[in-house]
C-alpha cells in the first residue's frame, strides 16, 4: 500500500529524473550538431536516432530480455542497417580508461585523413563504462561515483566542456571542438556517435547494489534494474546485452576496437 509520503516522494523522484534528462538534452542540444557538412547519410541517421522511441517508463524489468519493446529495438536497427559509410564499434569496459579520447582519434582520422565523413562511430558500452550512461539522479541517489575509485566523483562525462563552444570550422584547433580538450560524451554525439546501453550491465550493477543493501527506497531487485533503465542519459540505445549484440554488429560490417 502507498502512503500519501510514499506516493509524494515517487511523484518527487519522477519530476527530478524528468528535470534531469530535460536539462541534459538541452545542454547537448542548444549547440549546433557537428558532423561533416558532407556526411548527410551520418546527419541522417542522427535524425533518424533522435526521432525513435525510447522507453523509459519501466516499473519491472527481467533479467533476460525477450521482447523486442524491452529495449530500444528501433534505433538499434537503424544502427545496425546504416550502410553509408566506414562503422567502428569500440567495446568499452573502464570508466578510467581513455576510451573517450580513443573514439574521437577515430573520427577525426577517418573524417580528415582518410576523407570518409559518413563514418559511423558506435560505443559498445558496458563494464564500468556503463556508468557514464546514467543520469545524475542516479549517480547522486546510488553514489555511484564510490565505484570510480575516486576517478568520478560525478558524472564527468556527460559535461560540455569549455572547448565545445570553440569554432566547429577549425578542426586545426589545438583547444577546440575536435581536440583532446573536448572529450565527452555529448559532444560525440553532436558528431554523430552512437552510444549502446547494455541492459545486461544494468541487471547485474543493481543486483550488486541490492545485495549490498544499497537501496534508499526498498525497491525489488527487478524495480531498481527499471529505474536506471529509465534513467539513462539521452541519446543512449539501449540493447538486450552488449556481448550478445557485438555479434550482430560485426555481421553488419562494423570492425571490431578494444
Not at 78 to 87: D, I, K, M, Q, S
Not at 143 to 159: S, Y
Not at 195 to 208: A, D, I, Y
Request: hydrophobic share 40%; proline share 6%.
Amino acid at each position: 500500500m502507498i502512503t500519501r509520503r510514499g506516493l509524494f516522494k515517487q511523484v518527487g523522484v519522477t519530476a527530478i529524473g524528468a528535470a534531469v534528462a530535460g536539462n541534459v538534452a538541452a545542454r547537448t542540444t542548444m549547440l549546433p550538431d557537428l558532423e561533416p557538412s558532407s556526411a548527410r547519410s551520418l546527419r541522417e541517421l542522427t535524425r533518424a536516432l533522435a526521432r525513435s522511441p525510447r522507453r523509459r517508463d519501466f516499473k519491472t524489468v527481467p533479467m533476460i530480455l525477450t521482447n523486442r519493446d524491452q529495449w530500444d529495438s528501433e534505433a538499434l536497427d537503424l544502427v545496425l542497417r546504416y550502410r553509408a559509410g566506414l562503422r567502428q564499434v569500440w567495446d568499452n569496459t573502464a570508466i578510467a580508461s581513455p576510451w573517450l579520447n580513443l573514439m574521437r582519434n577515430a573520427m577525426n582520422t577517418q573524417i580528415w585523413s582518410f576523407g570518409h565523413p559518413n563514418f559511423l562511430c558506435v560505443s559498445a558500452t558496458h563494464g564500468s563504462a556503463h556508468l557514464a550512461l546514467y543520469d545524475a539522479y542516479i549517480w547522486d541517489k546510488y553514489h555511484l561515483g564510490k565505484l570510480t575509485n575516486g576517478k568520478a566523483p560525478t558524472n564527468k562525462f556527460v559535461n560540455e566542456p569549455e572547448a565545445a563552444h570553440a569554432n566547429p570550422r577549425d578542426y586545426e584547433d589545438t583547444r577546440g571542438v575536435y581536440s583532446p580538450h573536448d572529450n565527452s560524451i555529448p559532444v560525440l554525439q553532436r558528431r554523430g556517435a552512437v552510444f549502446l546501453g547494455c541492459h545486461n550491465e544494468v541487471w547485474e550493477l543493481t543486483m550488486k547494489l541490492h545485495k549490498k543493501g544499497v537501496n534508499p527506497d526498498h525497491l525489488s531487485h527487478a524495480r531498481m534494474a527499471a529505474e536506471f533503465t529509465d534513467h539513462l542519459i539521452p541519446g543512449v540505445v539501449l540493447t538486450p546485452g552488449i556481448v550478445g549484440t557485438l555479434p550482430e554488429l560485426e555481421l553488419a560490417g562494423f570492425q571490431y576496437a578494444k
